[in-house]
Structure formats: structure tokens, C-alpha cells
């Protein structure tokens, strides 16, 4: 049974800096690509950050160069760093995972119907 946990989430004020983590096992699958998502308040869920099992990423236009994605498959850890944050990316914020790719050349979505596992979710939120 695929268990996927997110912690590190909080508050802080914009400009400042969080780390989100996300435990995962259970995968029934050797090609695993994952990613972190958020939803806002009345908003659609939508695609921060993903990761292929070979490594190639997919980064929202919105946090370019703020937010990057890191694994530790030793510790079957998915990482969010998050950095110059803004009011804009206060959200939920959930890790999720799928079956597939298996193919240095194959770019990992950021649709979340693409993606089989979810965790529960940490929250953000960033203040002005």
C-alpha cells in the first residue's frame, strides 16, 4: 500500500524560506516519478515542481528559480525547498506520485490526473 507523508509546512512571512518533506513507500513499481502540488482556496489544484525517476524536472513558470525539487531514493524522501516566498504561495500543499516513465528522455507532467498517489497534504501559508 503506497503511503505518501508531507510534513514541513508553516508560516512565514514573505521573502523567507521553508523545506516541505514527503516519506514515501509501498511502491508497486520500480519506475516512480513524483511532484509537489498545491491548491489554494477556491482554486483548481495545480503543478509546482515534478520529477521524473531519471532525474528531469518540470517547474511551474510561478516559482521558477524559488522552488526546487530533490529526492533521496536511500531515504525514499521527495523534497520541496522553498525560497523568496510570496503571499501568492500560501496553499495546501500535497506530494504526489505515479507508475512510469522509465526513460532519461521522458519530461514528467504537471497535470494531476496523471498522478496515482497523494498524500494529505501541509499547509503554507505566507504573510505580507
Known amino acids: 500500500q503506497v503511503q505518501l507523508v508531507e510534513s514541513g509546512g508553516g508560516s512565514v512571512q514573505a521573502g523567507g524560506s521553508l523545506r516541505l518533506s514527503c516519506a514515501a513507500s509501498g511502491f508497486p513499481c520500480s519506475s516512480v516519478f513524483m511532484g509537489w502540488f498545491r491548491q489554494a482556496p477556491g482554486k483548481e489544484r495545480e503543478g509546482v515542481v515534478t520529477l521524473s525517476n531519471e532525474g528531469r524536472t518540470n517547474t511551474a513558470d510561478s516559482v521558477l528559480g524559488r522552488f526546487t525539487i530533490a529526492r533521496d531514493n536511500a531515504k525514499n524522501m521527495l523534497y520541496l525547498e522553498m525560497n523568496r516566498l510570496k503571499p501568492e504561495d500560501t496553499a495546501m500543499y500535497y506530494c504526489?506520485?505515479?507508475?512510469?516513465?522509465?526513460?532519461?528522455?521522458?519530461?514528467?507532467?504537471?497535470?494531476?490526473?496523471?498522478?496515482?498517489?497523494w498524500g494529505q497534504g501541509t499547509q503554507v501559508t505566507v504573510s505580507s
Open positions: 504526489a506520485a505515479g507508475c512510469g516513465g522509465g526513460n532519461w528522455r521522458w519530461i514528467p507532467p504537471t497535470q494531476p490526473s496523471i498522478f496515482t498517489y
